[in-house]
């Protein structure tokens, strides 16, 4: 039982621990948080979430991973980290399947037996203790070893929980733990001791805690707490008991800066009243009475000291205390009365946002900054209360719900102003487009191309090397028909005899390359025909398709709109249905404020009534003495 005297609470982490051990695998150490390293990308990236307390991107993005298959490594690991969250959120429901997936015989034995222990945790924490012991049982013997220490605490404290104190003592006296495990070990022994009727053993083990010294010498916060804490429910046994001597020497070890200083004092005092002293009783409760006037036994001293003060006979000083009292009482009530106005007026949920330091899920209480209001005084004693806690992290995960969703929704109408920019833009664009397609004729192109596959035919078949000449070579030729027109002009001439001859054998040159190179050129223009009937037949398909495509024109773009008007539908009836239980929520919040604001009512009532008895009590007593020299 671990207390805490820290005055900064976060408990919207309340499954922090528990997931991150869940991350960490077989090979965690009890109590150790740290997460084995991501081996997938996808595992790194919900890891990134969960530590920054993103926990619902986190489960997005595990749902994500799963649907998409991207774990080749931590896919055990995901779903138990996917169940704690959802618990986190109140989700049961979706919680046990993913947990029972997770007990099949199918799956690693490990596995299993983590999926067990982390069920029979959480089962502890909401007050499910049958369930939890039976959680327990299934657990068998392949928890990893490092959750040996965390598996018998958590048993122990189920055991206490459902008053099997045999049970609990038998598994705590056979138990070796490590550090401060042990004397936590201790103290839960000698409670289950104390309440099994084994009052006298059960001292000796809180005796252990209360005088325990630390081996290391070094004294944390923690331990010191338990060791008062062991200190203060040995003095009550022993004062029970009648043990006045050894009440007060364990309340006495209690530290006066620690959290239950103001019991032990309280017990002190009351030690010395029942052996007698009451004027020994006095020093406590007045060092007491200068306490926080919330706390129970600081007002349970106020009505204390008046009453030793009439044990001594010292009746004005009983007067005026009782007086005292019965002042501090009124004023309390009258705070106690405003401070259950203004919660009935929903001034409590504000003035614990007030207090919040973060954001989202990963929020802390402040309560150095607790406002100076009716209802400020009192934040602190109902934040110390599970049940109001747990209440107000569900108020706050519905908080933090309602506000994604209103980032979803604000993001839906930026799509929907995205989608009708477009439709503008493509309405404004259309007429340029089909202008410009008009000024396109595929079908000039079309012709062209049939008129030279034509060609190519009739040169294919007439062998008509000089159509496929190159440049150079129609270069040559009409130089060399220049040439022979020269000649004819010439014919007789006897000198251009060896000329012609030249002429000649230049002409037979040239058509014996343009012969050699036909049938390359040929298969050349033939290949390139087919490869421009190709590209028109192409050009036809997509020129169809966009004539289609503007021809539907923004009507394409409807299904986009239909979705984000579904998709903004849905937003909306998720918000209103956040919005229901938030105010259900608020509702339980002040129903559980209130019932606490009343029972420290009852509380004061009750010593206010007793206050005030004794002070009639008093002054009916001053009216039977008689005066010395009176007559009678």
């Known amino acids: 039982m671990r207390p805490s005297a820290n005055r900064r609470l976060r408990p919207g982490v309340r499954f922090a621990g528990l997931l991150l051990a869940c991350a960490a695998g077989g090979g965690a150490a009890a109590g150790d948080s740290s997460p084995a390293s991501a081996r997938d990308l996808a595992w790194g990236e919900v890891l990134f979430h969960f530590y920054q307390a993103d926990y619902v991107p986190a489960i997005t993005r595990i749902l994500v991973a799963d649907e998409r298959g991207e774990y080749a490594h931590h896919g055990d690991e995901s779903d138990l980290v996917l169940g704690g969250l959802y618990l986190n959120y109140g989700l049961h429901e979706a919680a046990g399947r993913i947990f029972e997936s997770l007990l099949d015989e199918s799956r690693d034995p490990s596995t299993r037996a983590r999926a067990w222990y982390y069920l029979a945790r959480i089962r502890h924490e909401r007050g499910y203790q049958s369930e939890a012991l039976a959680s327990l049982a299934r657990i068998g013997g392949d928890l990893p070893t490092g959750y040996a220490v965390a598996h018998v605490d958590l048993k122990a404290r189920v055991l206490l929980a459902l008053e099997r104190y045999e ?46 010294t630390d081996k290391d010498d070094v004294w944390t916060e923690e331990r010191l707490a338990l060791r008062d804490r062991a200190n203060l429910a040995l003095g009550y046994a022993r004062l029970a008991a009648e043990d006045v001597s ?23 005092g009351w030690a010395d009243t029942q052996s007698g002293d009451f004027r020994g009783a006095l020093a406590p409760w007045r060092v007491l ?22 044990q001594l006979s010292a009746s004005r000083q009983a007067v005026t205390g009782y007086q005292v009292a019965i002042d501090g009482y009124e004023r309390e009530l009258g705070r106690l009365e405003q401070a259950a106005g203004a919660v009935r007026a929903g001034e409590l949920t504000l003035a614990l946002d007030g207090l919040r330091t973060e954001g989202a899920m990963g929020w802390a209480w402040e309560l150095d900054r607790v406002p100076d209001s009716a209802l400020g005084r009192y934040l602190y004693p109902l934040m110390a209360g599970h049940a109001f806690q747990e209440s107000y992290k569900n108020f706050r995960d519905l908080q933090e719900l309602d506000e994604r969703l209103a980032g979803w929704r604000d993001s839906l109408s930026t799509f929907e102003a995205m989608l009708e920019a477009r439709e503008a833009r493509l309405a404004s664009r259309l007429p340029g487009a089909r202008a410009s397609l008009d000024a396109t004729s595929l079908e000039t192109l079309t012709e062209r ?20 000449a190159t440049d150079q070579e129609r270069k040559w030729l009409a130089r060399l028909e220049r040439g022979s027109a020269l000649l004819e002009r010439n014919d007789g001439h006897p000198m251009l005899r060896e000329i012609r001859d030249r002429h000649r054998r230049l002409e037979g040159l040239v058509y014996w390359r343009q012969m050699k190179a036909f049938p390359e050129r040929l298969r050349a223009a033939e290949k390139a025909s087919r490869l421009a009937a190709r590209s028109l037949q192409e050009s036809a398909e997509r020129r169809a398709s966009l004539e289609a495509s503007l021809a539907a024109g923004v009507k394409r773009l409807a299904p986009l709109d239909r979705r984000i008007e579904d998709s903004a539908a849905q937003v909306d009836a998720l918000r209103e249905r956040t919005r229901r239980l938030l105010a259900a929520q608020q509702g339980e919040l002040e129903a559980l404020a209130l019932a606490e604001l009343e029972r420290r009512r009852g509380r004061v009532a009750a010593y206010l009534g007793q206050a005030r008895y004794a002070l009639a009590a008093s002054y009916d007593r001053a009216a039977r003495v008689v005066p010395a020299g009176a007559s009678q």
């Open 167 to 212: 049970e609990a003592i038998a598994l705590l006296e056979a138990s070796q733990l490590p550090g401060i495990w042990q004397q936590y070990a201790w103290y839960n022994l000698g409670v289950a001791l104390t309440r099994a009727g084994q009052g006298g053993r059960g001292a000796e083990f809180l005796e252990k805690v209360g005088t325990g």
């Open 246 to 268: 050894g009440a007060r020497e364990a309340l006495d070890r209690v530290r006066l800066e620690g959290p239950f200083a103001s019991r032990a004092l309280l017990g002190a």
């Open 289 to 310: 009475a200068e306490g926080d006037p919330l706390d129970a036994a600081v007002q349970e001293s106020l009505i204390a000291l008046p009453y030793a003060y009439a």
């Open 449 to 468: 191309h049939a008129a030279v596959s034509r060609e190519l035919a009739r040169v294919s078949e007439g062998h008509d090397v000089a159509a496929l």
